[in-house]
T-cell receptor
């Protein structure tokens, strides 16, 4: 079974640009969560999507947005990039219903550098 | 709101020695508790979780953790550390109301294993 796939793995942007990151969950997983990981703030929850609906949201500005498609693939977008948005963005998928292991399966992340 | 404290930023353990990583959480009710491990350049992998029931939980790779409600702790232990255990370990807490996808992570403990 293929794991969680995130693309691109690395990208460099400049301030003011926008970026879109993609996440393909494990087959059959309908929940996709996004986390930001930085040396200063650690791992912070961005949002979670389930069946194309945002189910949970973290405390990030509106520049951070996401969506989920009918095949459960998800994208997140960051507009008007700031230097502080440089981070590793991790996507995690999870099963819901039965059997529900309560486990998040993480991808390897997309490392964004903002210059 | 939940919070997690991992008081040790770095820990060095000799190979074959025992390990205990500390985790204290703040939450008004019984939380979901997790330990995740992250190897360099990788996403996170679940070691174990506590939802309810037996307060001593067994995980993968020989790890175990004990939930102590009176101390608001969920310390991770391993009786004999292997060099491959060198990684960063994250304790996380989730609220039952928002599920196990929206987690608050501690700042992590980096484990170094000496020969």
């Amino acid at each position: 079974k293929a794991g969680v796939t995130q693309t691109p793995r690395y990208l460099i942007k400049t301030r003011g640009q926008q970026v879109t990151l993609s996440c393909s969950p494990i087959s059959g997983h309908r929940s996709v969560s996004w986390y930001q990981q930085t040396p200063g703030q650690g791992l912070q929850f961005l949002f979670e999507y389930f069946s194309e609906t945002q189910r949970n949201k973290g405390n990030f500005p509106g520049r951070f947005s996401g969506r989920q498609f009918s095949n459960s693939r998800s994208e997140m977008n960051v507009s008007t990039l700031e230097l502080g948005d440089s981070a590793l963005y991790l996507c995690a998928s999870s099963a819901t219903g039965t059997p529900n292991t309560g486990e998040l399966f993480f991808g390897e992340g997309s490392r964004l550098t903002v210059l | 709101a939940q919070s997690v404290t991992q008081p040790d930023i770095h820990i060095t353990v000799s190979e074959g020695a025992s390990l205990e990583l500390r985790c204290n959480y703040s939450y008004g009710a019984t939380p979901y508790l997790f330990w995740y491990v992250q190897s360099p350049g990788q996403g996170l992998q679940l070691l174990l979780k506590y939802f309810s029931g037996d307060t001593l939980v067994q995980g993968i790779k020989g790890f175990e953790a004990e939930f102590k409600r009176s101390q608001s702790s969920f310390n991770l232990r391993k009786p004999s550390v292997h060099w491959s255990d060198a990684a960063e370990y994250f304790c996380a807490v989730g609220a039952r109301s928002t599920g196990f996808q929206k987690l608050v992570f501690g700042t992590g403990t980096r484990l170094l294993v000496s020969p």
